[in-house]
C-alpha cells in the first residue's frame, strides 16, 4: 500500500491586540478575524472565535464569556490565547498538513518573558516551531520600503494595543521605542468624552464605530455628525446623543500626542546622518490606527518631516512576516529575532 505523506506549510501570524492576520506561504493572507473568543464558563469549552466572537462582547449570558486575551501587545490571558490561535490555525491548514513553522510578530519592547509566552501559546497551539520578529521591521518589509540600503528610514505602526516606532538602515534596527497607547486608548479616550460631556455610557464596540465613521485628530473639510446609542449614567435607561466630528479632535489628540512624544524622542536618539535621511524619506505609517482622520497631517505638522499612510496600513505587517519566512534558516526558533542595532561609521 502506497504510504501517505504529510506536508508542511510556513505560516506568518500578525497577533495583533484588535486583530489576527494569517499569511501562508504561497498563497497570502488567508485569515482576518477579531482577537476576540468566547468560552463556556461551566466547560471551558472554546464556542467561538473572531467576527462572532466579537458580535458576543457585553451582551453574552452568565454562562458564556467573550474576552480579548491580548491588551496592549501582549498575552493577558495565556489559555484562552493559546484556544484561539489553535483553533485560527485549525482553519487555514489543510488535511494531512504537518504541524507548521510560524513566524509571530511582537512589540519591538517586548520584555523576555512576554515573548516566551507568544512562543509557548504558539507551541501549544499547534506550531512545529514558532519564530518571532519585531512589528516594525516586519511592517518596514511589508510596506515596501527597502531596509537593506544604507539610507536611513522610519516606520511608525500604530495597532490596537501598542505603536512602535523605529529607524532602520542595512536591514537593522538603529533606533527603536514602543509604546502602549493605539487604537484600544483612541476608543477610551472617546468613553470617556462622552460620559463625561453627554452623562451617557458607551461600549468599546459602540466607541470604535465612532472613531471609523466621525473620528478624526484634525477637522474634516465639512461637519459630520453621528447618533450613538447608551445607558444614561443619571437613571440608567437607554439614552441616543448626537456628537460631531469637531468636538471629537481634542479628546483624540490627546491620545496622538503622546505617539507623537515617541517618535520625536526616537528621532531625538537617532545618529545625525540617518535623522536627516528620515527627514528627506519622510515617515510611513502602518497598522489600522494609522486610518484615523488626519494622523499623518498630525505628524507633518508636529514632526516637520513628511509623512504619508501606506497603502493597505491594516496588512502590512501580516505581508511583512510572511515575508520573513523564506529566511527562517537565518532564524533562531523560540527567539526573538532582532537585527544587529547598526550605526554608520
Not at 493559546?82 to 485560527?88: A, D, G, N, Q, V
Not at 531596509?147 to 542595512?170: K, N, Q, W
Amino acid at each position: 500500500m502506497r504510504k501517505r505523506h504529510g506536508w508542511s506549510r510556513d505560516i506568518g501570524v500578525d497577533l495583533g491586540t484588535a486583530s489576527i492576520l494569517i499569511y501562508v506561504r504561497g498563497k497570502g493572507i488567508v485569515l482576518r478575524e477579531p482577537s476576540v473568543a468566547a468560552v463556556d464558563r461551566e466547560t471551558g469549552k472554546l464556542l467561538t472565535v473572531g467576527r462572532e466572537a466579537r458580535q458576543m462582547l457585553g451582551r453574552t449570558p452568565e454562562n458564556i464569556v467573550a474576552v480579548r486575551p491580548l491588551r496592549e501587545g501582549v498575552i493577558s490571558d495565556c489559555e484562552m490565547t493559546e484556544k484561539m490561535l489553535r483553533e485560527l490555525l485549525r482553519q487555514v491548514r489543510r488535511r494531512g498538513m504537518l504541524k507548521p513553522r510560524v513566524v509571530i510578530c511582537v512589540p519591538s519592547g517586548v520584555s523576555e518573558v512576554e515573548a516566551r509566552a507568544v512562543v509557548e501559546a504558539g507551541t501549544r497551539a499547534g506550531a512545529r516551531q514558532v519564530f518571532l520578529i519585531e512589528e516594525p521591521v516586519a511592517a518596514a518589509m511589508g510596506a515596501g520600503i527597502d531596509i537593506a540600503g544604507p539610507d536611513g528610514r522610519m516606520v511608525v505602526d500604530i495597532g490596537g494595543g501598542t505603536s512602535d516606532v523605529a529607524v532602520l538602515s542595512l536591514s537593522g534596527v538603529v533606533e527603536s521605542a514602543s509604546v502602549k497607547v493605539a487604537g484600544d486608548r483612541f476608543n477610551e479616550a472617546l468613553i470617556r468624552y462622552i460620559r463625561r460631556e453627554y452623562g451617557v455610557l458607551i461600549g468599546e464596540r459602540t466607541a470604535e464605530e465612532i472613531k471609523r465613521t466621525i473620528g478624526g485628530v484634525c477637522p474634516r473639510p465639512e461637519e459630520l455628525r453621528m447618533e450613538i446609542r447608551g445607558r444614561s449614567l443619571s437613571d440608567g435607561l437607554p439614552r441616543s446623543v448626537t456628537v460631531t466630528d469637531r468636538e471629537l479632535v481634542e479628546p483624540l489628540t490627546e491620545v496622538g500626542e503622546q505617539i507623537i512624544e515617541t517618535i520625536t524622542g526616537v528621532l531625538e536618539r537617532t545618529p545625525p546622518e540617518l535623522a536627516a535621511d528620515v527627514a528627506a524619506n519622510g515617515i510611513v505609517m502602518t497598522g489600522g490606527g494609522s486610518l484615523l482622520w488626519g494622523i499623518d497631517e498630525l505628524v507633518t505638522r508636529r514632526t516637520g518631516i513628511e509623512t504619508r499612510v501606506a497603502d493597505d496600513a491594516v496588512s502590512c505587517v501580516a505581508c511583512g512576516t510572511g515575508m520573513c519566512l523564506d529566511k527562517l534558516s537565518g532564524m533562531r526558533a523560540g527567539t526573538l529575532h532582532r537585527p544587529d542595532r547598526r550605526q554608520r561609521a
